[in-house]
């Protein structure tokens, strides 16, 4: 994806107190909540962060954890949160790469990954960097606790297919799949949208999702 630069984003990416500015803070957040047997949620990718915002938001018992890998578009999440009259305790952001992902997260330290939109690398000899690879679903199963969930979004068939091809020899089972999201009453009770999909669902692309578990 081609990004324009935002003049001044690092410094507001650095300096923000929305933000994880090292693997030991993110520790020390983490272990609190676990001795409180608390939940801990994590988007990759999360883009300006509507989702992740809304979902802190809306749970405000669960910790929620944007990643995003450019600070040009993580920047727009910041401005949201320094707008906000009282922005969610709940939710903090980080700026990596999710190849890092060992470097923040300590072994099974996060409950559930969403993965919304990823880039799709269209290029066959680009599969690895496809967020919902099975390169990229080892890694993530590190973090993961026993039992962990990811689940998927995108309105991109080619790497949905993909998607359902890689996540059983990476240790996954499926929980639940569909390729009209927003046409399944059940899941639209509580489906968050993103930025992204409500782009495209708005286009008529039907979105397609899926729920994998760590076994
Ligand atoms: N989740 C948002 C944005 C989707 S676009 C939405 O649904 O609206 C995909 C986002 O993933 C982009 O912002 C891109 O910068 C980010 N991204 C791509 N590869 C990444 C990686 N390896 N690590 C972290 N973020 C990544």
């Not at 949620?41 to 018992?61: H, Q, S, T, V, W």
Request: aromatic letters at 10%; a negative charge.
């Amino acid at each position: 994806m081609r990004l324009k630069h935002v003049k001044g984003s690092e410094e507001a990416v650095n300096s923000s107190s929305f933000v994880f500015h090292s693997p030991e803070e993110i520790k020390i957040k983490l272990d609190e909540i676990k001795d409180r047997r608390g939940t801990v949620c994590l988007e990759i990718g999360m883009g300006k962060g509507r989702f992740i915002i809304d979902n802190a938001l809306l749970y405000p018992d669960i910790f929620f954890i944007g990643m995003e890998m450019y600070e040009s578009v993580m920047v727009k999440a910041i401005n949201r949160l320094n707008a906000m009259e009282e922005p969610p305790l709940n939710l903090m952001l980080l700026r990596a790469d999710a190849a890092d992902i060992r470097t923040f997260f300590p072994e099974e330290s996060i409950d559930k990954i969403f993965l919304n939109f990823s880039d799709p690398w269209p290029k066959n000899r680009h599969a690895k960097r496809r967020l919902p690879s099975g390169h990229f679903l080892s890694l993530f199963s590190h973090v993961l606790k026993p039992e962990g969930i990811i689940e998927f979004k995108t309105d991109n068939r080619d790497l949905f297919d993909f998607a359902m091809r890689e996540f059983e020899p990476a240790g996954f089972a499926l929980l639940y799949h569909t390729c009209d999201l927003h046409s399944d009453e059940e899941q639209m009770k509580t489906n968050i949208c993103t930025e992204y999909e409500e782009k495209f669902s708005s286009k008529g692309h039907p979105i397609c999702k899926y729920i994998i578990k760590k076994i």
